[in-house]
């Protein structure tokens, strides 16, 4: 059995769209046994891709295939992630996690305060 690694990378829900799954493979940021691949390129099972997608970059080892997309909790099992991958990918996750928690945030007033600064300026005029 055989499927377009641009159709797999959509139906693992890599990608949200063909089209972002193609532009992916097309950029180099997909590999499927550690060669660039095109997007009509066929996927078997027991392939290895190389994902990098927003600094982010997974290995992983294609157990399955669909021709749909189905749920997340289904597209899970189309494939497996190395031990290493995963690891990296947490460390990098709690890091980023990290250097944001340590950024300022914004101080523009939410929805909620906007009324009562509006409410306030009304009830100052009358």
């Not at 980023?96 to 906007?114: G, H, I, V």
Request: positive net charge; glycine residues 4%; without cysteine.
């Amino acid at each position: 059995m055989k499927q377009r690694l641009d159709k797999w990378l959509w139906a693992a829900r890599f990608y949200k769209t063909r089209r972002l799954a193609s532009e992916a493979i097309s950029g180099g940021k997909v590999h499927l046994n550690n060669q660039r691949a095109k997007p009509s390129k066929e996927v078997h099972i027991n392939d290895v891709l190389d994902i990098n997608k927003n600094g982010y970059s997974w290995q992983l080892t294609v157990q399955g295939l669909n021709a749909q997309r189905r749920p997340a909790t289904e597209a899970v099992l189309l494939y497996l992630e190395s031990e290493q991958s995963l690891k990296r990918r947490q460390q990098l996750a709690a890091i980023n996690k990290d250097m944001y928690a340590s950024t300022p945030q914004s101080e523009r007033p939410n929805k909620k305060q906007r009324r009562q600064i509006h409410k306030f300026k009304q009830s100052d005029f009358n």
